[in-house]
T-cell receptor, first 114, second 115 residues
C-alpha cells in the first residue's frame, strides 16, 4: 500500500492564481480530511469527508473548495490564491469504523503564495 | 466545541533523561479518544500513542507513556530515556467517540534533545 499520497510536494503561486492539491489513498478509507499547518497554530481542519459525495467544512474553510467523487481521491482547490494561504497542507484518511482508529497522514504540500 | 491546549511551546531534555509534555482539553463528552502525534523535521505525522477515555489504565508504548487524568481533563506524555531521534514537534489531539468527527489538535510542543 502506498498509504496517503499528496502532490505536489512544493508549489509557488502568485496571488490570484488557482490550483488543486491532490490527495489519494489506497486503504479504502471512508473518512478523509485536509488540514493546514502554520507556525504556532498546530493543525487546523479545512474540510473533511465521511464518504464519496459527502463533504463538510472544518475550522478554516474560506478560500478552499473540495469534492469527493471517489473513495480514493479528495482534492483541495484554491480558486484565487492569497498570501494568507501560504502554509503546509496535510491530507489524512482513516477507516470510518471506529473513532479510535489511527488517522494516516500524507507527507504534506508546502505552498507559498507571493 | 472541543479544544486542546498545549501550554509548553518549547521543551528541552538531556539525552537519556525523562521529559513530560503537557496537554489539557475541554469537552463535555464522556467517551472520546486522545492521541499524541510526533512530527520530525521530515514533516511526516507519526502516531506515538493513543488513549481510550473509558480505560482507566494509562497507555504505554515502549519509552512513551501517558498520564491520563480524566476528571482533570489532562493527558500528558512522558518520554523516558530520551534519544536524539525524539527531537520533534509533538501534537496532542482529541477525537469524539460519537460519529465520524475530526481530530482536534493542540498547537504543539517543540522538543529538543541535548547530547
Amino acid at each position: 500500500n502506498a498509504g496517503v499520497t499528496q502532490t505536489p510536494k512544493f508549489q509557488v503561486l502568485k496571488t490570484g492564481q488557482s490550483m488543486t492539491l491532490q490527495c489519494a489513498q489506497d486503504m479504502n478509507h471512508e473518512y478523509m480530511s485536509w488540514y493546514r499547518q502554520d507556525p504556532g497554530m498546530g493543525l487546523r481542519l479545512i474540510h473533511y469527508s465521511v464518504g464519496a459525495g459527502i463533504t463538510d467544512q472544518g475550522e478554516v474553510p474560506n478560500g478552499y473548495n473540495v469534492s469527493r467523487s471517489t473513495t480514493e481521491d479528495f482534492p483541495l482547490r484554491l480558486l484565487s490564491a492569497a498570501p494568507s494561504q501560504t502554509s503546509v497542507y496535510f491530507c489524512a484518511s482513516k477507516s470510518r469504523r471506529l473513532a479510535g482508529y489511527e488517522q494516516y497522514f500524507g507527507p504534506g504540500t508546502r505552498l507559498t503564495v507571493t | 466545541a472541543q479544544t486542546v491546549t498545549q501550554s509548553q511551546p518549547e521543551m528541552s531534555v538531556q539525552e537519556a533523561e525523562t521529559v513530560t509534555l503537557s496537554c489539557t482539553y475541554d469537552t463535555s463528552e464522556s467517551d472520546y479518544y486522545l492521541f499524541w502525534y510526533k512530527q520530525p523535521p521530515s514533516r511526516q505525522m507519526i502516531l506515538v500513542i493513543r488513549q481510550e477515555a473509558y480505560k482507566q489504565q494509562n497507555a504505554t508504548e515502549n519509552r512513551f507513556s501517558v498520564n491520563f487524568q480524566k476528571a482533570a481533563k489532562s493527558f500528558s506524555l512522558k518520554i523516558s530515556d530520551s534519544q536524539l531521534g525524539d527531537a520533534a514537534m509533538y501534537f496532542c489531539a482529541y477525537r469524539s467517540a460519537s460519529g465520524n468527527t475530526p481530530l482536534v489538535f493542540g498547537k504543539g510542543t517543540r522538543l529538543s534533545v541535548i547530547a
